[in-house]
């Protein structure tokens, strides 16, 4: 674990300026290090998981039907 890691966790940091604090320290973090780090910080970024199915194109259908009713 390294300082953009405790900071993320810590709240001090956005995801944002993690990236930002990564690229400017990624040619002297553990190499081993950096998928974790990368995990964390996309968390992050969406802390809810996207729901794609939500877009699906069946819930345009269902709505479609209503406005033949008149
Ligand atoms: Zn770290």
Redo the contacts with the bound molecule.
């Keep these: ?6 900071d ?1 966790r810590n709240k001090k940091l956005t995801p944002i300026e993690a990236l930002a604090n990564y690229s400017e320290i990624q040619e002297t ?1 553990d190499e081993d ?1 950096v998928p ?2 990368l995990n ?1 910080i996309s968390d992050a970024l969406m802390p809810e998981r996207v729901r794609l199915d939500d877009n699906s194109p069946d819930h345009v259908d269902d709505v479609d039907w209503k406005y033949g009713s008149d």
């Design positions: 674990m390294c300082l953009i890691c405790v993320l973090i290090h974790e780090l964390l």
